[in-house]
């Protein structure tokens, strides 16, 4: 089950929510003269938002939400998401991570890398939200097929479009505008994002496995 049936009189960590903002600044080059003219600040309004806050640190008038966006396009060229795309929230055998046209073109020493990572995470910005009658759903262009594809409804967060919001009625997460509240994630899903979120936090670098312990 991927959303609670039965959902709590509170915020949680991946609840879908509507009624926000976003606020991006936009820049060229960073302003070390912390030139005021040298931003543009785009304001938008997203359909849908997910509580990316822990379940004990919403409040305070400050949560942190990211966007729910449409699947990209590439993710229908691999047969194994078109099957179902939540498959992308886990961990994925080496083969089964690529399209099959973009592995038939990986090279021996490239295959064999991958062969040797093993299973991972793939896409690790990424965390896909199951189909839901309360999701409207929109089509999508598809390259490999040259026409669009129609009636999808499942979403998607990317962890990098992240971000703040000051709101007056969030004091903690049962003192919150709930109203605003569409969906909640099950335990186990939420452990899914939890997971993966952390992984693509915690990952080390290349360059400091030789001085860090994992």
């Known amino acids: 089950?991927?959303?609670?049936?039965?959902?709590?009189?509170?915020?949680?960590?991946?609840?879908?929510?509507?009624?926000?903002?976003?606020?991006?600044p936009n820049i060229k080059n960073p302003d070390l003269s912390m030139n005021k003219d040298n931003y543009k600040l785009d304001i938008g309004i997203s359909l849908?938002?997910?509580?990316m806050s822990p379940c004990c640190s919403i409040g305070d008038k400050v949560v942190s939400l990211a966007p729910l966006l449409h699947l990209r396009q590439s993710f229908f060229l691999n047969p194994e998401f078109k099957k179902d795309f939540?498959?992308?929230?886990?961990?994925?055998?080496?083969?089964?991570k690529f399209a099959p046209e973009i592995w038939k073109k990986f090279s021996p020493e490239k295959k064999q890398q991958e062969l040797e990572e093993g299973s991972t995470y793939t896409v690790l910005e990424v965390f896909i939200y199951d189909n839901h009658?309360?999701?409207?759903?929109?089509?999508?262009?598809?390259?490999?097929?040259r026409e669009s594809i129609k009636n999808i409804n499942h979403y998607m967060i990317d962890f990098?479009?992240?971000?703040?919001?000051?709101?007056?009625?969030?004091?903690?997460?049962?003192?919150?505008?709930?109203?605003?509240?569409?969906?909640?994630?099950?335990?186990?899903?939420?452990?899914?994002?939890?997971?993966?979120?952390?992984?693509f936090y915690g990952r080390i670098a290349d360059e400091d496995r030789q001085f860090v312990d994992e």
Request: proline share 8%; net charge positive; hydrophobic share 30%.
């Open 133 to 145: 009658p309360l999701l409207p759903p929109y089509e999508i262009y598809s390259i490999k097929e």
């Open 48 to 51: 849908f938002y997910v509580v």
């Open 86 to 96: 939540t498959r992308i929230n886990k961990i994925v055998e080496p083969e089964k």
């Open 1 to 24: 089950m991927f959303y609670q049936e039965k959902q709590d009189l509170a915020l949680r960590f991946g609840d879908v929510i509507k009624g926000f903002y976003i606020a991006t």
């Open 160 to 199: 990098r479009y992240s971000f703040r919001t000051n709101c007056d009625k969030i004091n903690s997460p049962e003192q919150c505008p709930l109203g605003s509240k569409i969906l909640q994630l099950s335990p186990q899903t939420r452990r899914e994002l939890r997971h993966k979120m952390s992984y």
